[in-house]
């Protein structure tokens, strides 16, 4: 057992005095601490731990918070770091022991050496984000995921650029002036999604659709779940230059049905910068590899592309032009009293406190958010669909009815978490032959300084 106390500014709730313990015994808690917030275990406990005491001072900073102190390794005794660096979402922790100063290198540092080595997942603590704080830098994200040992790929750089988290569903992040303007949820690059639990990665995500019906992807069991062929897809990159990249990933797919479908999904990425503006234009395709031909009753493939914002008060959506007919909700629950007009501009609220999914009709060409109180917007269209491909009912629908509702291209989704989604769907064909290649160009701007 480790146990150790710090006074001083806390990333926890309040200020004060917290408690921080380590029980080494398997399946123990790396870390357990007073305050909110869930805690990852490490790949390895540290079992080379059986009594230690640590006792320390907190040095605090803006971005940093470490606990320095000393301990005893079977008597030995060890300088402890133990570092917090702080991110919007969350913060991570780093661990180092140090055998104290005038020792020689024995077998005890070299355990010490060993064990430290072996942590090769960071210690998460996912707290809630506090309105009107500071996005979370590139070089935040980057560090993070090295720790997680996730691998990453970044077009631009890390001021302006987009980061593609590789082995984490292939989401993309957006960086801007520095600071990533998409939702980042730290416990869901550490984590792993599994039937029992979602771990949504925030950035842009890319999916099939339809997401329900009978031939919806996320109904293939008993319950609603992001296929595994997708949260496990590890993406490879293809080719690249600075300012473009072509990535991709085989995913097996299975809709309700129970019909298999092999995929190979990949995103060309180009990124570039005009004054306060960054685009990014991504075409997003699916091409099925299987060998058997499916007809629309049995089959729909969509590239469906989900680019996720934190959102809450300050936050909106604009939608223009926009009519009556045009608009509406995707689930049973009516969020009309959410928009307002002006002029042709339909407004949106981005703070609720139920979940709701906007359709929108082809005859709608953009979405924007804003965040007023960071400071920026962005706007998301999409291009024509190519011959051969018409929109379908993307609708998370019950699994036992047809896709029947009406055709999506441009949808928006809000969480009373503090998330939002601006989305774009691309076309089905009629028949799913073998070849066949299903194709959307989606470009996000991103503009600063409003």
């Not at 910068?273 to 499916?294: C, D, W």
Request: charged share 25%; net charge negative; proline share 5%.
């Amino acid at each position: 057992m480790l146990n150790g106390e710090w006074r001083g500014s806390s990333f926890f709730r309040g200020e004060g005095r917290a408690v921080l313990s380590a029980d080494y015994a398997d399946d123990a808690d790396f870390f357990g601490g007073q305050g909110e917030g869930n805690y990852c275990r490490p790949q390895c406990p540290l079992r080379a731990f059986s009594r230690a005491a640590m006792h320390g001072s907190l040095d605090h900073t803006s971005q940093y918070s470490v606990i320095r102190g000393k301990c005893h390794l079977r008597q030995v005794p060890f300088a402890v770091s133990m570092q917090w660096r702080r991110a919007d979402n969350g913060l991570y922790c780093n661990y180092r022991l140090d055998r104290s100063p005038g020792f020689k290198k024995d077998g005890a540092q070299k355990e010490a050496d060993r064990v430290v080595e072996n942590i090769v997942f960071p210690e998460i603590v996912n707290i809630k984000q506090k309105k009107g704080t500071k996005a979370m830098l590139g070089c935040d994200l980057i560090a993070l995921l090295e720790q997680a040992g996730r691998r990453y790929h970044v077009v631009g750089d890390e001021r302006n650029g987009v980061l593609a988290a590789l082995d984490v569903e292939g989401r993309l992040f957006a960086i801007q002036d520095g600071k990533v303007r998409n939702r980042v949820n730290v416990e869901a690059l550490c984590g792993i999604s599994t039937r029992e639990g979602y771990l949504n990665p925030g950035g842009d995500g890319f999916w099939p659709a339809p997401e329900g019906s009978r031939l919806g992807y996320e109904y293939s069991t008993d319950g609603w779940r992001v296929p595994p062929g997708l949260t496990n897809a590890r993406w490879q990159v293809k080719k690249c230059s600075e300012t473009s990249a072509l990535m991709s990933a085989e995913v097996d797919l299975i809709n309700a049905l129970g019909i298999g479908l092999p995929c190979l999904f990949s995103r060309g990425v180009l990124v570039s910068t005009s004054g306060r503006t960054m685009t990014v234009k991504v075409i997003e395709s699916i091409a099925y590899l299987g060998t058997r031909e499916y007809d629309s009753t049995q089959c729909l493939l969509a590239p469906w592309t989900l680019c996720q914002f934190d959102c809450g008060p300050g936050c909106e959506l604009r939608i223009t032009p926009v009519t009556a007919d045009d608009i509406w909700d995707l689930y049973d629950r009516d969020s009309s009293s959410l928009r307002r007009q002006e002029g042709e501009t339909t407004i949106v609220s981005m703070q609720t406190d139920f979940r709701f999914q906007l359709g929108l009709s082809p005859q709608v060409k953009e979405l924007v958010f804003v965040d007023h109180g960071r400071g920026f917007q962005a706007r998301r269209t999409a291009l024509p669909l190519t011959p051969g491909l018409e929109y379908i009912d993307i609708a998370d629908r019950d699994p036992g009815v047809a896709p029947t509702g009406r055709p999506v291209s441009l949808s928006a989704y809000c969480d009373p978490s503090g998330f939002m989604e601006i989305e774009a769907a691309g076309g089905a064909p009629s028949a799913l032959l073998p070849g066949a290649v299903t194709s959307l160009t989606v470009i996000t701007e991103c503009q600063a300084g409003l």
